[in-house]
């Protein structure tokens, strides 16, 4: 399995055992190897496990698909779309590998479904819900969380422009939309505060951003004096 996996199993095999000094980390996100973990629970086994969580994210994809191509093309433009996601050799790859990136895809394809729909008239509860997701796919991507403020800038533009929403209803679902984002983003990234010492969605742009640090032998190398 691809280095990324392994982490991914041995966090969720932590955090389902309550340790969430190993369990969770300031380079990886916490959100699907605790997914990995839960569902280790019921194989018994943590790769399989984890594999589960990709192919169950990744069967799920056609639906926020084909809804969302309803909605904007109509029904015979949903049905090949959603046949090619079916088909798509990569988004097969990736269903059946312990990765974040089939359950990212699905859930960002949801928050899509339902932005398109809160922008038609949907009040304060259908974007809180939006930021819920979005704070999800922060927990398994960090650089999702600009989706935050690119969407308060559509709601923002959608509503006034279309002149259905009042500006304070505008501001409100705006405030519903980072609170529900901040719901889940927030614990984490007090962790990283606490963990870094300084403010910062994840870790992993010190460690891209500064190589000096040689990130690769602190993430991928071997611990001092242990086997992983």
Same mark, same amino acid.
Request: charged share 5%; aromatic share 18%.
């Given at each position: 399995i691809y280095p990324d996996s392994v982490h991914y199993a041995i966090m969720g095999k932590h955090l389902v055992s309550g340790n969430l000094q190993e369990?969770?980390?300031t380079f990886w996100p916490p959100l699907y190897p605790l997914l990995v973990g839960l569902s280790s629970l019921v194989f018994q086994d943590i790769e399989t496990g984890g594999k589960f969580v990709s192919l169950l994210a990744g069967s799920v994809l056609v639906i926020p698909v084909y809804s969302l191509i309803r909605v904007l093309y109509g029904k015979d433009a949903a049905f090949i779309g959603a046949f090619l996601v079916a088909i798509h050799p990569t988004l097969?790859?990736?269903?059946t590998a312990l990765l974040t990136e089939s359950t990212y895809t699905t859930l960002f394809m949801t928050a899509l479904f339902a932005g398109l729909k809160a922008f038609s008239g949907g $009040?304060?509860? +259908?974007?809180?819900?939006i930021g819920v997701m979005l704070g999800a796919c922060y927990l398994l991507k960090p650089e999702a969380i600009g989706?935050? $403020?690119?969407? +308060?800038?559509?709601?923002?533009?959608t509503s006034l422009l279309s002149n259905h929403l009042?500006?304070?209803e505008v501001l409100f679902g705006i405030m519903a939309l980072v609170a529900g984002a901040s719901l889940l983003s927030l614990p984490y990234i007090l962790f990283l505060r606490r963990a870094t010492g300084e403010w910062t969605i994840s870790d992993k742009f010190r460690a891209h951003f500064y190589p000096s640090e040689s990130w690769e032998r602190k993430w991928y190398g071997l611990f001092e004096g242990r086997t992983t």
């Open positions: 369990g969770l980390s097969i790859d990736y269903s $009040g304060y509860l +259908a974007f809180f819900s989706y935050v $403020g690119l969407m +308060a800038v559509l709601t923002s533009c009042p500006p304070s």
